[in-house]
């Protein structure tokens, strides 16, 4: 199993000389890094705990706990991260909750500017799961950006507490039967923009927003969003 945790800025990275993790052949399927996690302290497979400046790009996460499944934990101020080109796995599951999601942030800290581009998302409770402090201080500038989402049971994205987020040009699609299901769920998430999205749930709530505040200087956008559903929720 691997368990990798990365603390504090590490000497001699910036954001012009970022640190890169990345498959030498640019095919994720040739680096696989793996994790069956059996508690909570012990729920990622990679953990930036007030890191800055890496990159993650073209690997393979599998997270394959019965009742823990996350592959990248952001925590303690973590900020300036890019996660790109890559595959989650999750396990298949019925049951809301966060310890299931493939990409997690804690609520304790804030972590921003966390760009997510490209990957593909199987299974799990979630897909991504964030969250900021509170609605005073939130996470800001955070990016979902190109993503495949399939087979997720509660979510594909969960935000809470977020200001200023994109969250853009994503497929999501599931079978889930979850009566509160969503493709995504945004709540507190204020000042962002939620566009060109094509997502397909077979019930409930295609998007969700809950409390999502812009202004008339400053607002948000929900927009050329595609959404099929079963359901009477859009």
Not at 24 to 36: E, M, S
Not at 88 to 99: C, I, K, P, Q, Y
Request: proline share 3%.
């Amino acid at each position: 199993d691997t368990l990798l945790t990365f603390q504090n800025t590490i000497t001699g990275i910036s954001p012009s000389n970022p640190l890169i993790f990345q498959s030498a052949t640019g095919n994720p399927a040739d680096v696989i890094l793996r994790n069956i996690p059996t508690s909570y302290p012990n729920n990622y497979v990679i953990d930036l705990s007030g890191a800055k400046y890496i990159t993650f790009r073209n690997l393979t996460f599998q997270s394959l706990g019965t009742l823990y499944s996350t592959c990248i934990l952001l925590r303690n101020n973590t900020r300036d991260i890019k996660i790109e080109n890559n595959v989650f796995e999750g396990l298949t599951v019925t049951a809301w909750d966060s310890s299931r999601a493939l990409i997690r942030s804690l609520k304790a800290t804030n972590e921003n500017y966390i760009t997510i581009n490209n990957n593909s998302f199987i299974n799990a409770s979630f897909g991504i799961y964030l969250e900021g402090m509170s609605t005073t201080f939130p996470e800001s500038y955070n990016k979902i950006l190109d993503n495949t989402f399939s087979n997720f049971y509660a979510a594909a994205v969960y935000t809470q507490n977020e200001s200023y987020m994109n969250i853009s040009n994503n497929v999501l699609s599931t079978n889930t039967q979850y009566s509160s299901g969503s493709g995504l769920s945004l709540s507190y998430t204020d000042y962002s923009k939620i566009t060109n999205n094509r997502i397909s749930v077979p019930k409930s709530y295609g998007i969700h927003l809950y409390y999502c505040d812009g202004m008339f200087s400053n607002y948000g956008e929900v927009s050329n969003n595609f959404v099929l559903i079963n359901g009477s929720n859009i």
